[in-house]
């Protein structure tokens, strides 16, 4: 599926906010470009509509206004405890994690000098995580780090959305979260049934 064309975006977001938010007073607007080769980006370029309260999810997080290449952010999502970063690649892919280690839980670091493959480490007992993928490289960590799902708005600004377990696909964490509870939104991510 080729991208929508500008005009295709406004009118999916329009069709979105009608069909589900209208009666929302507390809701977040976002246009975006889904990156961080996320698995439904192809589907879900004009992702729309997300509300902030009530149905168990996290609201989206504006994380930073601009995210140049190579350089990362930290913030706490989708809880205020929940260490996370998002990270731009060198090739402007957005990438973003839980920067709990999945041996420790020691806190997980950037490290801009080193290629993606060991960009992500962990001090306490040198574990190693690809900072494309959150796989494990090398070291005790058992599993990959969870990720936290990111979008960049119109504007360039960087949002955390959702999260995906460990091991789990983008898709099936969006799914799972406020995606999958919007019916316009999961109908475009190929969500099947909507919760
Ligand atoms: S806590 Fe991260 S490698 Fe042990």
Known sequence: MSEP??????????????????TRRDYLRIVATVSGGLA??????????LHRHGDGTAAPLKVADRLPEGRAVTFDYPGEDDRAMAIRLTD?????????????????????????EDGLFCPCHEGVFNART???????????LPKVI?????????????????GESEQAGLCRGPVGRNPAL??????GSPR
């Open 5 to 22: 064309t500008p005009e295709e975006q406004t009118a999916l977001v329009d069709r979105i906010s009608a069909d589900s938010l209208t």
């Open 40 to 49: 439904v980006g192809s589907t879900l370029v004009a992702a729309g509509v």
């Open 92 to 116: 402007g892919t957005l990438v973003g994690y839980s920067t709990v280690c999945t041996h420790l839980a020691c806190g997980v670091l950037w490290r801009e000098d080193h290629a993606e």
């Open 186 to 191: 999961a109908r475009r991510a190929g969500c």
């Open 150 to 166: 990111m979008i960049e708005d119109e504007l360039g600004a960087v949002w955390a959305i959702g999260t995906a377990r460990s």
């Open 134 to 144: 959150g796989e494990v490289t090398s070291g005790p960590p058992p599993r990959p």
